[in-house]
């Protein structure tokens, strides 16, 4: 099973482009901290309530993307305040990135290699050798908004990661209905990090804009 990291980057990566989809990289790196964050909980490494986040336990998972997040947020200091947690991590994001496209290659899902841009720049890209793992989510995350089955905890964390970076019905077209955006409301209430990924990138935003 893929982690949440290595899901969200399979669904933003365009395999016509080789690129993610347009995304900013700061959407990007948001995404993955949070999905790394996500993924620990999952794990049950760390616990929360409404506004604070903690360490349970610090040994190390077997994933460098997950232990660069989990040893940071182990250390005295660190944020527990929900709100803070995607920017005290977002030094580390990327590498993350590189951990997590590291570890899809190590699993031949993925090949990464370089090539020019319209400008003549040489830019790196990354093709898709085994489209099963991104077909399976795709379909398992449809059949979850148009209500054919209840999803689980992790594939309600990647759809919000994906709704918060605003990718939602460009890498999932079904979702576009009334009906499956809906459902995904009601799901999101159930993450409370998805939504701090969404704040943050919203402050970024204004702060942009400002």
């Given at each position: 099973?893929?982690t949440i990291a290595?899901?969200?980057?399979?669904?933003?990566?365009?395999?016509?482009?080789?690129?993610?989809?347009?995304?900013?990289?700061?959407?990007?790196?948001?995404?993955?901290v949070g999905a790394?964050?996500?993924?620990?909980?999952?794990?049950?490494?760390?616990?929360?309530?409404?506004?604070?986040?903690?360490?349970?336990?610090?040994?190390?998972?077997?994933?460098?993307?997950?232990?660069?997040?989990?040893?940071?947020?182990?250390?005295?200091?660190?944020?527990?305040?929900?709100?803070?947690?995607?920017?005290?991590?977002?030094?580390?994001?990327?590498?993350?990135?590189?951990?997590?496209?590291?570890?899809?290659?190590?699993?031949?899902?993925?090949?990464?290699?370089?090539?020019?841009?319209?400008?003549?720049?040489?830019?790196?890209?990354?093709?898709?050798?085994?489209?099963?793992?991104?077909?399976?989510?795709?379909?398992?995350?449809?059949?979850?908004?148009?209500?054919?089955?209840?999803?689980?905890?992790?594939?309600?964390?990647?759809?919000?990661?994906?709704?918060?970076?605003?990718?939602?019905?460009?890498?999932?077209?079904?979702?576009?209905?009334?009906?499956?955006?809906?459902?995904?409301?009601?799901?999101?209430?159930?993450?409370?990090?998805?939504?701090?990924?969404?704040?943050?990138?919203?402050?970024?935003?204004?702060?942009?804009?400002?």
């Amino acid at each position: 099973m893929l982690t949440i990291a290595e899901d969200f980057i399979l669904l933003v990566l365009d395999p016509r482009t080789g690129d993610f989809r347009r995304l900013k990289t700061d959407d990007l790196h948001a995404g993955l901290v949070g999905a790394s964050v996500m993924e620990l909980a999952l794990r049950e490494r760390t616990d929360s309530d409404d506004e604070t986040l903690w360490v349970l336990d610090a040994k190390p998972t077997g994933y460098d993307s997950l232990d660069l997040i989990l040893s940071a947020m182990a250390e005295p200091g660190f944020p527990k305040d929900i709100g803070k947690i995607i920017g005290a991590l977002m030094p580390l994001a990327e590498r993350v990135e590189m951990n997590v496209l590291s570890k899809l290659r190590a699993r031949k899902v993925i090949a990464t290699g370089e090539a020019r841009n319209l400008m003549l720049r040489k830019v790196t890209r990354h093709a898709i050798l085994d489209a099963a793992p991104l077909r399976q989510t795709k379909e398992r995350l449809t059949r979850m908004l148009m209500g054919e089955e209840l999803p689980d905890p992790r594939d309600v964390c990647l759809m919000t990661l994906v709704k918060a970076c605003g990718l939602l019905e460009e890498v999932i077209p079904k979702a576009g209905s009334a009906e499956a955006m809906e459902r995904l409301n009601g799901f999101s209430t159930m993450d409370l990090m998805g939504k701090h990924v969404q704040r943050y990138l919203e402050g970024v935003e204004r702060g942009a804009a400002g």
